[in-house]
């Protein structure tokens, strides 16, 4: 089944829910443009997440995706903590911060019971999950409201775990793509495939709507995903230049520049492994350091360096999430950019 008809789209086009670089604006325009829009909650509190699902509701009576993560929140390691904050010291000296007063900051949200509070009342047509799936209570609450349940895989055995729980589709999430890797039944970034690498492999062994994620960012990238048999495509990294977007200044900038040429996996922003452009703490720590404490609690010591490097339009100690095809990244409007990928 295509997502057309599984969702009730015009376009066979997911925008993937990027945090921290958008918000309800940029759903709504690809809802209205006949795309699927997803709104990230993972670091959303439930009133802000109340709040961007009723501007919505009120922009456009298209369906809607709204995405969290499942990850298990981490057991706190106070040396480990500490071995990171010493890492990051010298840094903290250069830019005149005191690495001794580091503020808490929010972090990212697994799905519990208060968010599926808070989405009962709007009942959005999509909820999709990233590093697997919460319980099967929470499940159920989704489906009593008619909502579609899809969750991304980066590897078969993965993408057999989640049909097995009954996911209306499957994102495969290929190395290429933009962000935190899905993966939740691994740790070892070496099991990672190209997309399409990945995407025959859940094609012949499994029968649920394979959505194509990674790397497609243009009409012929979108029909080579659909003539491979994927029933739809996501796409995150092409909307980020979007002025619906919330990309910061210095992130447009890389984008723009030659530096997007270069993205890596890294653990250094928040502790599991996301595809973004290689900036100097990825080159000076190395990418997928183990100095940095369990997902999401590494952000916290770093937030006060990217705050104060990004005050001088500096983006060394920024996540700079982008795919491995940033040649797609267009400055126009998100809904020209949705008919323009699905070849309208």
Same mark, same amino acid.
């Given at each position: 089944?295509?997502?057309?008809?599984?969702?009730?789209?015009?376009?066979?086009?997911?925008?993937?829910?990027?945090?921290?670089?958008?918000?309800?604006?940029?759903?709504?325009?690809?809802?209205?443009?006949?795309?699927?829009?997803?709104?990230?909650?993972?670091?959303?509190?439930?009133?802000?997440?109340q709040q961007e699902l009723h501007r919505i509701r009120m922009a456009?009576?298209?369906?809607?995706?709204?995405?969290?993560?499942?990850?298990?929140?981490?057991?706190?390691?106070?040396?480990?903590?500490?071995?990171?904050?010493?890492?990051?010291?010298?840094?903290?000296?250069?830019?005149?911060?005191?690495?001794?007063?580091?503020?808490?900051?929010?972090?990212?949200?697994p799905f519990d019971a208060q968010a599926c509070d808070v989405l009962?009342?709007?009942?959005?047509?999509?909820?999709?999950?990233?590093?697997?799936?919460?319980?099967?209570?929470?499940?159920?609450?989704?489906?009593?409201?008619?909502?579609?349940? %899809?969750? /991304?895989?980066?590897?078969?055995?993965? +993408?057999?775990? #989640?049909? =097995?729980? $009954? !996911?209306?589709?499957?994102? &495969?999430?290929?190395?290429?793509?933009?962000?935190?890797?899905?993966?939740?039944?691994?740790?070892?970034?070496?099991?990672?495939?190209?997309?399409?690498?990945?995407?025959?492999?859940?094609?012949?062994?499994?029968?649920?709507?394979?959505?194509?994620?990674?790397? %497609?960012? /243009?009409?012929?990238?979108?029909?080579? +995903?659909?003539? #491979?048999? =994927?029933? $739809? !495509?996501?796409?995150?990294? &092409?909307?980020?230049?979007?002025?619906?977007?919330?990309?910061?200044?210095?992130?447009?900038?890389?984008?723009?520049?030659?530096?997007?040429?270069?993205?890596?996996?890294?653990?250094?922003?928040?502790?599991?492994?996301?595809?973004?452009?290689?900036?100097?703490?990825?080159?000076?720590?190395?990418?997928?350091?183990?100095?940095?404490?369990?997902?999401?609690?590494?952000?916290?010591?770093?937030?006060?360096?990217?705050?104060?490097?990004?005050?001088?339009?500096?983006?060394?100690?920024?996540?700079?999430?982008?795919?491995?095809?940033?040649?797609?990244?267009?400055?126009?409007?998100?809904?020209?950019?949705?008919?323009?990928?699905?070849?309208?």
């Amino acid at each position: 089944m295509k997502v057309t008809e599984l969702f009730g789209i015009k376009h066979p086009i997911l925008q993937a829910p990027m945090a921290g670089v958008q918000g309800s604006e940029l759903a709504i325009a690809v809802a209205q443009a006949g795309g699927l829009g997803g709104l990230p909650c993972a670091m959303l509190s439930p009133e802000l997440i109340q709040q961007e699902l009723h501007r919505i509701r009120m922009a456009t009576t298209s369906p809607i995706n709204v995405n969290f993560f499942c990850h298990q929140a981490p057991i706190p390691d106070a040396e480990h903590e500490a071995r990171w904050r010493l890492a990051l010291r010298p840094y903290y000296v250069e830019l005149g911060l005191d690495p001794d007063a580091i503020p808490e900051v929010p972090g990212r949200r697994p799905f519990d019971a208060q968010a599926c509070d808070v989405l009962s009342e709007f009942e959005p047509e999509v909820v999709s999950f990233h590093f697997g799936l919460p319980n099967e209570q929470l499940l159920n609450r989704i489906r009593g409201w008619g909502g579609k349940i %899809i969750s /991304s895989a980066t590897t078969l055995e993965e +993408a057999i775990w #989640l049909q =097995a729980r $009954g !996911v209306d589709a499957i994102i &495969a999430q290929g190395l290429e793509a933009g962000g935190h890797r899905a993966m939740f039944l691994t740790d070892d970034v070496t099991e990672q495939k190209g997309l399409f690498a990945l995407l025959p492999q859940l094609l012949e062994h499994t029968s649920t709507p394979i959505i194509a994620a990674g790397g %497609i960012a /243009s009409p012929k990238a979108v029909r080579a +995903a659909l003539t #491979l048999g =994927a029933a $739809g !495509v996501q796409i995150g990294t &092409a909307y980020l230049l979007c002025p619906e977007a919330k990309t910061t200044s210095v992130h447009r900038q890389a984008l723009k520049s030659s530096a997007a040429d270069h993205t890596a996996l890294t653990r250094l922003f928040s502790g599991r492994p996301a595809r973004g452009i290689v900036n100097r703490i990825m080159r000076e720590l190395g990418p997928l350091s183990s100095l940095p404490p369990a997902f999401p609690l590494a952000s916290t010591a770093i937030a006060p360096l990217r705050a104060a490097s990004e005050a001088l339009n500096n983006a060394d100690f920024s996540p700079l999430w982008a795919g491995q095809n940033v040649k797609g990244c267009q400055e126009i409007a998100a809904g020209e950019l949705t008919h323009w990928l699905a070849g309208d």
